[in-house]
């Protein structure tokens, strides 16, 4: 059960409409399904961002946003500052900023899907997860998780540290291990910053293209902006390259946590044999390579690495049973 | 005299018994990809054999992260990983479901996903930021110290290892 989002869609949304962008949600985890996109269209806030940085400096490829030197930066941001509310800094987003724009993607989904209605169940996955999250590389973000009510098999994540699986995916797990498979997954696409990068990336494009107005430059704050448009969610995939990266990192999280290493693996076996017919997984197979290719690619990456790691647990003991 | 019956009769019972778990145990699964069958369940042991992608195979025991299976030639271990466990599909449908899990565009490249089930697309497209539910989900964030001691609770220990990365001359 693991899905996971691909990105192709997600670039497929941006082009379509525009630019917005967003897709987000994104990554879904490992493989699932279901979700099928989710598009969300972050558009307002996107222009937003991209405009402002136009104005800046508009022939700044995205990618050099990273690299934008401190004292250039704040510059810019003085100036933007003055021109109106809080702005997005596309370039070269902060944590903040990051978090504001996965809590609007978040909060678009859990639109469609709400939580289900168990806290002792969205306590237990919030536990793992943030055991989890803890052996990755950015274990200060407000990790948070949610079992979201859907029978499809998919997990999502969204910048900032805002994850979901569908209540489907779930039924499918046996052990603690396999949720820590799942989790990390999506943990890795929040620390590698898949989703950010591509709405990022376009736009930035789109500010460099002229697509976004001076109007849409001036107003509005990344929230009120995102939620204005709506929540237009639509399949959206990542790039292929990142769900395999996700799936090598989520493996990796889970296994330095502790837990049995083949967690993740186990789940993409039991994906791989739901029929693609099936509706649970449209979304699924259609935006992630299939799981047996990603079980191909996660046992190269794998090699004899894994030979001398003994005693990792399953703990399906304590592992959280549905109450329907 | 009787007995002897008595076990004869038992034993007869008994057979069918062991034929019967020996059966459920069988389980099938698909070759995913080339890879050496071993005689021992560890990378430098001697080789017994081989089988190709899409082959179809049944498995006879997990040790490890190590399947014990049987081909039509041999017998022998492979990696948990080389082997699609379940329900086993001919070749050509896993070549079919491999090639378009693989007909992608390039790194990069925008492409257009729409078809959609499951969360249906309008359900998406309908929905509309949820302030409260976005603040329960916030409401169960825990600590770095919380999730330490549901750790600790599980007797889940930390270990050291280096993040996988990409086999080497895969692009993926």
């Known amino acids: 059960m693991k899905a996971i989002q691909n990105t192709q869609s997600a670039h497929g949304v941006i ?4 630019g917005l962008l967003i897709s987000a949600l994104l990554a879904s985890l490992l493989g699932l399904s279901s979700m099928q996109g989710f598009a969300f269209d972050l558009k307002g806030v996107l222009k937003e961002a991209a405009q402002k940085e136009l104005g800046q400096s508009p022939e700044a490829p995205a990618t050099d946003a990273a690299q934008a030197q401190p004292a250039t930066t704040s510059g810019e941001n003085t100036t933007a500052a003055k021109a109106s509310e809080p702005e997005f800094n596309w370039k ?14 978040a909060g678009n989904l859990l639109g469609a899907a ?5 806290a002792a169940l969205q306590k237990y996955v919030n536990s793992v997860g943030r055991w989890v999250a803890s052996q990755s590389e950015r274990p200060d973000l407000p ?4 079992v979201i009510e859907s029978e499809d098999l998919n997990a999502f994540a969204a910048p900032g540290g805002y994850i979901m699986l569908t209540k489907g995916l779930y039924r499918k797990l046996n052990n603690e291990a396999q949720l820590a498979g799942v989790l990390g997954h999506e943990i890795g696409h929040v620390v590698k910053k898949h989703q950010l990068k591509v709405l990022q990336k376009q736009q930035l494009l789109n500010i460099g293209a002229g697509f976004l107005s001076d109007k849409y430059a001036k107003d509005n704050k990344l929230a009120s902006k995102a939620i204005g448009t709506g929540a237009e969610i639509s399949a959206r995939s990542l790039d292929k390259s990142a769900e395999y990266e996700a799936d090598r990192l989520g493996l990796s999280y889970a296994t330095r946590a502790g837990y049995e290493p083949y967690g993740l693996t186990e789940v993409l076996q039991a994906i791989g044999q739901t029929s693609k017919d099936d509706g649970s997984v449209a979304l699924l197979f259609k935006t992630h390579p299939h799981p047996d290719e990603r079980l191909v690619a996660l046992g190269d990456a794998i090699g004899n690495k894994l030979d001398n790691v003994k005693n990792g647990k399953t703990l399906e003991n304590r592992f959280y049973q549905l109450k329907n | 005299m009787k007995t002897k019956f008595k076990s004869i009769l038992i034993a007869a019972c008994m057979l069918p018994a062991f034929y019967g778990s020996a059966a459920l145990a069988a389980e099938t699964g698909t070759a995913l990809k080339n890879d050496t069958i071993r005689k021992e369940p560890y990378a430098d042991a001697k080789s017994a ?4 992608r899409g082959e179809n195979l049944e498995i006879l025991k997990k040790q490890g992260a190590w399947l014990q299976v049987k081909t039509k030639k041999s017998t022998g271990w492979v990696r948990l990983l080389s082997v699609k466990r379940g329900t086993a599909t001919t070749s ?3 070549a079919g479901i491999l090639a378009a899990a693989s007909g992608r565009a390039g790194t990069g490249q925008v492409v257009s996903t729409t078809g959609v089930r499951g969360l249906s697309e309008q359900e998406l497209k309908a929905a509309k930021f949820n302030e409260t539910e976005i603040k329960t989900m916030e409401s169960y964030t825990l600590s770095a110290d919380d999730g330490r001691s549901f750790a600790n609770a599980g007797k889940l220990k930390p270990i050291a290892f280096a993040n996988l990365k990409a086999a080497k001359g895969d692009s993926k």
């Open chain 2, 49 to 52: 054999g081989s089988f190709t």
């Open chain 2, 92 to 94: 050509s449908q896993s």
């Open chain 1, 15 to 18: 082009k379509t409409h525009n």
């Open chain 1, 114 to 118: 709400p939580l289900v209605k168990d």
């Open chain 1, 143 to 146: 990790w948070r998780f949610g």
């Open chain 1, 92 to 105: 070269n987003p902060s944590k903040e900023e990051e978090i504001a724009l996965g809590r609007e993607i």
